[in-house]
């Protein structure tokens, strides 16, 4: 068997001093007894390896490549350190993976660099998943834990360990944050936050630089994440081990303090920090020790900010922020205190005026002069006295060490307990998952107490640890029925012991701590002489203070020097006296819980001492020690965190670091293998290999050796037997291998052999394929040799052949060019002469033609001189005879003209004219008397001034004349002056014609430059018109390069427009998400108040009312203030708190139309007050003058009648205009009553019109209250125009009326004349409003009949004839429904008009009997008497419900709430959304507001709380989503605007709603449609996501592909929860067929179901994208073979459902590409190039990742080089692609609603009776 597995070309390990192990290849077959092993290394050279004739020192076989890179290191055939430590180089520095399973361990390597893999996407891509299914990871550990402790309700426990800077602090920072992220809190205390914020906070006071970290933890904490029964976090707990307070005052070089001091220095210049007295770090003493204070990379400054922000999350005040940062700044100042040294050098002192003191005691609060001198004395109290000790300068430096390491201890105490306290919940906590980061194994050059206390711990959890692997194995053994025999493995006891048992390591510690001399070197010797023996304790040959102790990673020697002083941790009580007594509250608390917190040193004598005897009684000792040490709290905390862990489920995590320098992926095996000793991974693997590592399932081994089979084991049914068969056939020793009930177990190097003969077998095989393969080519290629032999024979011989035909071909054609060449120089001779005898013929042709020309064009001109010359004389003849004529018929018309005057004079005379003149005149004689006498006045005053102005005139002409004399006296000296003036005008006439000539010129030049300009013109035009053309070519040659541009901005613009579409969903999306959380804390304060006692509000209360989330939009008026307050009360407290937002919109809304309408009122009354006091005064003062006017005609009249009194015609002058004045009186009392009701009626009138808005408008026919008859409007408009007339014909009566009721009867006709005007306008222009309507109404139902009409025949013109025939019917049918359902909705809609015409009568009727007479009201009512006699028919349904307001719970029980999908399934889609609108129909119809607003928001909060019910019902969730579009629809359909009126009938039209806009219930509903949408997408996800990585990743599609593998630990089943999880792809396929299924029978919208589908493509493709770039395993060509083939079927199912358009196989491109990856060569550059051109959808990274874990399945196959992917790299370098590995597999699509119409009119639906709406009521 040995020689078997030690043949030629078998690869074997070798020890190396530099690599620790080598590999190398047999060359030469071994046989037993062989001295020597005949080897080949890896650089070609030869060695011999000397071994064991017997065999047993054989080298450590390797195993075969394809297990190297495996992601458990249990699933290796062969278990030893050489293959462990070989499958983490190859991951880590050729795949770049930096986890790896070890069993139960995961093992971190440290990259030193940051790694794209702990993103949120990560995050939730191995949530929910189990451990063995994705590749190794940290998020794995968590998940695990996590799922353990959710379904074994067992605390979980997770433990980092490591050396300090291999990963720790980040390791458990990315577990805290998974466990903070998958479990968030149900609260809104943000507990996982404040979680994640204790980071920061810990790492800035416990981290600090050393050697081998820059951020190095220098405690121990174990944090308790507390979950409640739904597994949400509810709180943490912190606690602390062994924090390095040494580093506070010391640091060695190239190392640094705890960060805070150095983020406190960075933030000096701050505002509040200038108290601190602060400088920089390297100012201070004790943060200046290690050299440089500063690290590349780290912004000290921007860290403190986080630990501010952090302590505020965590909510520690402002006050203790600054005095934790004032201790921080006084310890700072205490380290760079100056001691002086006295003359004797046993006294110190510090000065006064020290700075640094002074700071550190006003930071403090603490007195200056007690702190100066107890930091130079010692107090030592005796029984009698008490001795103050002046101190040495050491002594002193010390004391002052001490006394800072013990604040800056306290202070991190206090923090840690806050922290705990903020992390604390009331909550009872059901299970928690604890999570230990706690320091590795450490071993120096120098080991002190800090290095003891450390490496002790990890020997008790080392100890727990193998316990726990060891009891893993036997639980599998166990479960699988396997002989379990007793595995020996290393128990670390004995050394556990040797430090903590009865007189250990530690109990003679403490013991020397107590005795008052003892010392380091006392200790040491104690140690020697208890432990020599012990063979885990040695001595050190050449030294005697140190001391040895075997651990279980390795040897450690301790030096002895300084346990004892840390293991007592001394303070001197004098000084935490005095920070005691601190004016600082926390700096006082720090020290409270102290008591006798300064143990006793030790003193020397000899020294100077002052002895003081006291007066006080004696008092107790000032220096007791504490009563525990630093050793037995850390033992003792050490005990209680094994108990905790002891109680808990653990999982490992061991962080490994690669190298000292810090270098990223740079592997230094030497280190890795010192850790991998330390940390227990060998031993793990040491107890596995001790059992059966390797194990397979019968079904995965038989997939993988079904080739070894033979074909009639294959026929068996029972797979366990196939398998048994085949293994007792191959393997004959029955001790390498075990049959459980599930698996098959093989001992180590038994996979390997296994894989050794299948490889030989597929390489017989292969070797086979290839021999008939390669005969079969060569037979192809002598025949197609032989074929083309004969080809070439044949083209041959055509050649020749059509080389002989062209020879013939050209002789013949050469003669043919003779002949014709000579033909054609003998025709171009003739054609010379020809055409010069053509020439001369034409030349004298032309002449003679000419002459002729000139002759007849002469004798054409004289012909037109003749013509015009005779037309001239002609016109002058005739127009002397029209003169004359003209001249004739003038004198003729005179003459009648003047017989015709002469007449009318003689008629003018007689006297029957003058009476028909002289009637109605004598009222104007009178004017026309008194009009005399003031002109005879006039003229006696004008005669006065006349004389007066003669008098002046005469004077004033005398005046004149004498100064004309001297005027011509004077003008003789002015001839000279004209003489002057002429010769200026010649002037100005030479300079005018002058002028004339230049501007002639001027003329000139001006044409000239008009011809230039217009010439330039025209070379313009032409060079316009070659730009044109040169612009037209310029236009096609960029035509392609513009139009791709503008594709391009159009698909920029549709981008953006999606992402704001996807930011508004997820505003809403998150919107919904509080809504939830909120209505989940009132769930909780109901149920809290039932348990407290307190009394539920009415459920009616609760679930009707209004919600506050949305607008209302009712268009009543609001309550008044304390009715709303009191609903309130009564709604409560918390629904009142959710909706004052709106109270107080409300409430501020109520105010301003408050406010409104008081001003609109008193705007009225002034307007109603100035219109009546200035109408009183223009006809007070017109009835004065009217008054006046009749005073003095009758005083005229009565003067006339006393001076004439014999005269007749002044009596019957008097008599008549008597007459008239009673007429008037009469006529003005008919008036009168008809202005006063007149004017009511206007009144009445507008104060309807201004408070009736939305009414119906005033009645065109007028009722006239004195008059029984029925006027119209034209009759009303021909009575004011005849009243007009006849008020323009008596003018004069107005002088006759007394008391102005005249002008009152005017001034109301006028309003009345007014009122009927423009009601007579308004009824013209909605009269042509309606025509425009109905025009464009017929427009677009042309352009719809058209638009229909070609669609019909487009679509019948693709069917068959019978199915023509058969469409044709159903459209006509449809046509005359249609048709049959207008007649009834116009006949519908004539009945309503009639019906609200009765209401209008009835009630103008109403009016009529209360303001009218009661003739007038008899008359009325007799005449709807004789109305209401008419009876009508029952009218059709119209398509509204009715219902009364305390029904409608009723109605949103039974139509929402109880509704199920099923019910309504026979009926028309959507039913519940129609008869809703039908509702609201019927509520604008009676305009209801109320009722609107009421049954809106009614439906909306009943479908939320049935959603909320069904969180996870894909059909009741799809039902409601469809109900909820419908209804939106139809609210748009039915709304009245024109853009949705566009696809409707006119039964439609007429259905639209008339009085309310529901503009903003539509943006409610369409936000409740997406909060739907949504929910159904997160529904159908749940669904589909457990199936799909099974499906399209491991379901074995395609038989006889299968790659299975070795399972390690992490597959088995005591790691994975029972069940079988596996599906295939026609589960899926099934289940979309569902979802199809259901959306369609349901009735959604087309668009909405295709976005659906591709939102769920996208999923399926991001999800399994993701669990491919996770996963190793399925990184494989025959993987990539079935994730295409599944693919396709997906594409197929997409044609066959009509979803090609729907985008959804666009989102699975990246996957088709990752698949075609998988399959491509990838070996040369050209292959490199191939790739980057294909795979355009996928990023860089995601390329490099998919071909890192590549993995091949088959011996055959190679792996992908890393020269491969460097030049992958190097390709795609210059891409832009975003740093994120794996897609985002919860981004959800923006979700478009486009507008769908619906065909369905309101009244061809019914109700059925199972809905139990028999209270709805059809209208």
Not at 1112 to 1128: F, L, P, Y
Not at 1376 to 1400: A, G, H
Request: net charge neutral; glycine share 4%; charged share 25%.
């Amino acid at each position: 068997m040995v020689s078997l597995r030690y043949c030629k070309c078998t690869k074997v390990w070798i020890p190396d001093p530099d690599e620790v192990w080598r590999s190398a290849e047999i060359i030469k077959d071994y046989k037993e007894g062989d001295k020597s092993l005949h080897l080949k290394l890896e650089d070609e050279s030869i060695y011999e390896c000397p071994v064991d004739p017997q065999g047993k020192e054989l080298p450590l076989l390797r195993n075969p490549d394809i297990l190297v890179g495996e992601n458990d290191l249990t699933a290796l055939s062969y278990l030893h350190e050489p293959a462990v430590l070989h499958n983490l180089k190859v991951r880590f520095l050729e795949s770049n993976h930096i986890y790896t399973y070890c069993g139960i361990v995961l093992v971190a390597i440290n990259p030193y660099e940051h790694l794209p893999i702990y993103e949120d996407d990560v995050i939730y891509a191995y949530s929910g998943q189990n451990v063995g299914d994705m590749d190794p990871h940290i998020f794995a550990v968590a998940e695990e834990a996590y799922k353990q402790m959710a379904r074994d309700e067992k605390n979980q426990s997770i433990i980092v360990s490591g050396e300090s800077g291999a990963g720790k602090t980040v390791s458990a920072k990315y577990v805290m944050r998974f466990l903070a992220t998958v479990g968030g809190s149900p609260s809104e205390t943000n507990i996982e936050a404040k979680v994640l914020a204790s980071s920061p906070i810990m790492e800035a006071f416990g981290n600090a630089k050393t050697t081998r970290n820059d951020n190095s933890s220098r405690f121990g904490k174990y944090i308790q994440i507390g979950f409640d029964k739904r597994y949400r976090i509810i709180g943490a707990n912190m606690r602390t081990y062994l924090l390095e307070k040494s580093r506070v005052v010391f640091q060695s070089e190239d190392e640094r303090n705890y960060r805070i001091f150095y983020q406190l220095c960075a933030s000096m210049n701050l505002p509040e920090f200038k108290d601190l007295g602060l400088t920089c770090a390297e100012d201070f003493f004790y943060t200046s020790q290690g050299g440089d204070t500063s690290i590349s990379g780290v912004d000290d400054a921007d860290d403190f900010e986080k630990t501010r922000h952090a302590f505020t999350l965590l909510g520690v005040k402002e006050s203790h922020q600054m005095t934790i940062f004032r201790i921080i700044a006084a310890i700072l100042h205490l380290g760079n205190l100056e001691i002086h040294v006295e003359s004797s050098k046993d006294t110190c002192t510090i000065l006064n005026e020290d700075e640094h003191l002074n700071n550190f005691c006003s930071l403090l609060g603490v007195d200056y002069s007690q702190m100066q001198h107890w930091l130079c004395h010692l107090k030592l109290v005796t029984t009698f006295e008490t001795y103050v000790k002046n101190m040495s300068w050491q002594q002193v430096v010390n004391t002052r060490d001490a006394l800072a390491k013990h604040i800056y201890s306290q202070l991190f105490k206090w923090i840690v307990q806050h922290i705990n306290k903020a992390l604390h919940t009331s909550v009872k906590q059901h299970s928690f998952i604890g999570v230990l980061d706690i320091y590795g194994f450490e071993t120096f050059e120098v080991n002190s107490f800090e290095q003891f206390c450390i490496n002790y711990a990890n020997e008790k959890l080392q100890q727990q640890f193998n316990l726990h692997v060891f009891k893993l194995e036997q639980e599998e053994y166990m479960k699988e029925g396997i002989p379990w025999t007793l595995i020996d493995f290393y128990d670390n006891q004995p050394c556990i012991d040797l430090i903590e048992a009865k007189l250990g390591i530690l109990d003679l510690l403490d013991e020397e701590c107590k005795v008052p001399k003892g010392t380091d070197q006392n200790w040491v010797q104690k140690l020697y002489n208890q432990h020599t023996r012990s063979q885990h304790f040695q001595k050190p040959r050449t030294s005697n203070t140190s001391f040895i102790i075997l651990h279980f990673a390795d040897k450690v020697k301790y030096e002895s020097e300084g346990f004892l002083e840390k293991n007592r941790d001394t303070v001197y009580e004098e000084q935490i006296n005095i920070l005691k007594a601190s004016k600082y509250q926390m700096v006082a608390s720090l020290f409270q819980d102290e008591n006798n917190a300064a143990p006793s040193t030790s003193i020397r004598k000899g020294t100077a001492k002052l002895s003081i005897r006291s007066t006080r009684p004696a008092i107790k000792s000032a220096n007791k020690e504490h009563k525990k040490t630093v050793g037995h709290q850390f033992r003792n905390s050490l005990h209680l965190l094994m108990e905790t862990l002891n109680t808990t489920t653990p999982h490992y995590v061991r962080c490994i670091k690669p190298n000292d320098e810090k270098l990223s992926f740079k592997f230094d095996p030497k280190r890795v293998v010192q850790q991998l000793r330390a940390c227990g991974v060998l031993e793990t693997i040491r107890i596995s290999a001790a059992g059966f590592p390797s194990r397979w399932s019968y079904h995965n081994f038989l997939n993988r050796y079904r080739v070894l089979m033979k074909k009639r084991d294959l026929s068996k049914k029972d797979k366990k037997q196939i398998c048994l068969t085949l293994v007792e056939e191959l393997i004959k020793d029955p001790d390498k291998f075990q049959v459980g009930h599930t698996k098959i177990f093989f001992r180590s190097g038994q996979v390997a052999y296994l894989e050794k003969v299948r490889a030989a077998k597929l390489r017989a095989a292969t070797i086979m394929i290839q021999k008939t393969v390669r005969g079969w080519l060569q037979r192809v290629k002598y025949k197609r040799l032989r074929q083309a032999a004969i080809v070439i024979q044949r083209y041959t011989r055509g050649f020749l052949a059509r080389r002989l035909a062209e020879h013939l071909r050209r002789t013949r054609a050469a003669i043919i060019f003779q002949k014709q060449y000579r033909m054609l120089r003998i025709f171009r001779a003739f054609q010379g002469i020809r055409s010069a005898t053509i020439t001369i013929q034409a030349f004298a042709r032309g002449m003679f033609v000419r002459r002729i020309y000139h002759k007849i064009l002469v004798e054409h001109k004289a012909t037109i001189l003749q013509k015009y010359a005779r037309g001239w004389l002609a016109r002058t003849h005739f127009h002397r005879i029209r003169s004359a004529t003209i001249v004739l018929q003038c004198y003729y018309r005179c003459m009648k003209a003047r017989q015709e005057l002469k007449a009318l004079k003689i008629e003018a005379r007689s006297a029957q004219h003058l009476k028909k003149l002289n009637i109605g005149m004598e009222n104007k004689v009178v004017q026309l008397q008194r009009k005399i006498d003031e002109q005879n006045k006039e003229y006696k005053l004008l005669n006065e001034q006349l004389s007066a102005l003669t008098s002046a005139h005469s004077s004033e002409v005398e005046k004149l004349k004498k100064e004309l004399v001297q005027y011509k006296q004077s003008h003789q000296g002015d001839d000279s002056q004209l003489l002057s003036f002429q010769e200026e005008l010649e002037h100005l006439r030479l300079e005018l014609e002058k002028a004339h000539g230049e501007r002639k010129v001027v003329e000139d030049t001006y044409m000239k430059e008009k011809d230039l300009l217009r010439k330039r013109i025209s070379d313009l035009e032409e060079e316009n018109a070659l730009l044109k053309q040169e612009k037209s070519t310029y236009l096609y040659q960029y035509e392609d390069g513009f139009t791709q541009s503008m594709i391009e901005e159009n698909g920029q613009m549709k981008k953006e427009l999606e992402e704001e579409r996807s930011r508004y969903q997820n505003l809403v999306k998150e919107y919904s998400r509080l809504e939830h959380s909120y209505d989940n804390l009132q769930d909780e304060m109901i149920l809290m108040k039932q348990t407290a006692g307190h009394r539920r509000s009415p459920s009616n209360q609760s679930s009707l009312e209004s919600d506050s989330n949305y607008p209302s939009a009712s268009t009543s008026e609001i309550g008044d203030t304390e009715d709303v307050i009191q609903q309130m009360e009564e709604i409560g407290v918390e629904k009142a708190a959710m909706d004052m937002t709106v109270f107080l919109k409300l409430q501020k809304r109520v105010r301003e139309l408050e406010q409104e309408r008081k001003k609109l009122q008193t705007e009225i009354e002034k307007t109603e007050q100035v219109s009546k006091t200035s109408q009183r005064q223009e006809l007070e003062s017109e009835n004065k003058k009217l008054k006046n006017e009749l005073n003095e005609l009758r005083k005229a009249i009565a003067d006339g009648a006393t001076q004439n009194s014999s005269s007749s015609d002044v009596q019957d002058r008097y008599n008549l205009l008597l007459n008239q004045l009673k007429s008037a009186n009469e006529e003005l009392e008919v008036r009168k009553e008809e202005v006063l009701i007149l004017r009511t009626q206007i009144m009445k009138a507008a104060q309807q019109k201004g408070t009736e808005k939305n009414t119906e408008s005033i009645p065109t026919d007028a009722s006239w209250p004195n008059s029984d008859k029925h006027i119209g409007q034209e009759d009303a408009i021909e009575a004011y125009q005849g009243m007009c007339k006849t008020n323009r014909k008596t003018e004069d009566w107005g002088y006759l009326n007394e008391d102005g009721e005249l002008g009152l009867a005017y001034q109301g006709l006028k309003q009345v004349a007014r009122l009927l005007e423009a009601q007579l306008q308004d009824q013209r222009r909605e009269h042509e409003e309606e025509v425009e309507a109905l025009k464009k109404q017929v427009d677009a139902m042309k352009e719809e009949m058209e638009k229909q009409q070609q669609a019909v025949l487009q679509t019948t013109l693709q069917l068959s004839p019978k199915v023509q025939v058969e469409f044709g019917i159903q459209q006509e049918i449809t046509r005359l429904t249609n048709e049959n359902l207008d007649l009834k909705e116009m006949l519908e809609n004539l009945e309503s008009n009639e019906m609200k015409l009765k209401k209008q009568l009835k009630f103008y009727v109403k009016k009529v009997k209360e303001s009218q007479s009661p003739i007038l009201a008899e008359g009325w009512q007799h005449e709807s008497k004789m109305q209401a006699v008419v009876q009508r028919k029952e009218k059709d349904f119209q398509g509204m419900l009715e219902y009364f307001k305390e029904d409608e719970p009723l109605l949103i029980q039974n139509l929402i709430i109880d509704l199920k999908p099923q019910a309504v399934s026979a009926t028309v889609p959507c039913l519940p959304a129609y008869i809703l609108c039908m509702c609201i129909r019927h509520a604008d119809y009676i305009s209801d507001d109320q009722k609107v607003h009421s049954l809106l928001t009614s439906s909306i909060n009943g479908i939320k709380k049935v959603l909320k019910k069904h969180n996870n019902d894909f059909e009741m969730t799809s039902f409601w989503l469809a109900n909820t579009c419908r209804l939106l629809h139809c609210l748009k359909q039915y709304s009245g605007d024109e853009g949705f009126m566009t696809q409707n009938t006119p039964k439609q039209n007429e259905h639209c709603l008339k009085n309310f806009d529901l503009t903003e219930y539509r943006q409610v509903l369409s936000h409740l449609s997406i909060q739907i949408y949504q929910q159904l997408i997160k529904v159908a996800e749940g669904i589909l996501q457990p199936m799909i990585a099974s499906a399209m990743l491991e379901n074995e599609s395609i038989q006889g592909l299968s790659s299975v593998k070795s399972m390690g630990y992490r597959n088995r089943s005591s790691s994975m929860a029972d069940g079988d999880s596996s599906y295939s792809l026609d589960a899926v396929i099934r289940q979309l067929n569902m979802f199809h299924s259901i959306m369609c029978d349901q009735g959604l919208d087309p668009e909405i179901v295709q976005q659906i589908f591709r939102q769920l493509f996208y999923m399926i493709s991001a999800i399994t994208l993701n669990n491919l770039l996770l996963r190793k395993d399925v990184c494989s060509w025959s993987t990539g073979m079935q994730l295409r083939f599944n693919i396709n079927q997906l594409e197929e199912w997409l044609h066959g459902k009509n979803l090609q358009q729907s985008g959804a196989a666009q989102t699975l491109e990246p996957l088709i590409q990752a698949a075609q990856l998988l399959q491509l060569k990838k070996k040369t550059s050209e292959d490199a190039e191939a790739i980057c051109s294909l795979c355009t959808s996928l990023t860089t990274q995601q390329i490099v990742k998919i071909l890192n874990l590549y993995t091949p399945m088959h011996e055959f196959e190679e792996r992908v080089t890393v020269a491969f992917i460097r030049n992958i790299q190097t390709h795609l370098q210059e891409r832009k692609d975003p740093p994120q590995l794996l897609l985002d597999f919860k981004h959800m699509f923006p979700v478009l609603f486009p507008f769908n119409p619906s065909s369905i009119t309101m009244d061809s639906i019914h109700l059925p009776a199972s809905l139990n709406l028999e209270f709805l009521r059809k209208v």
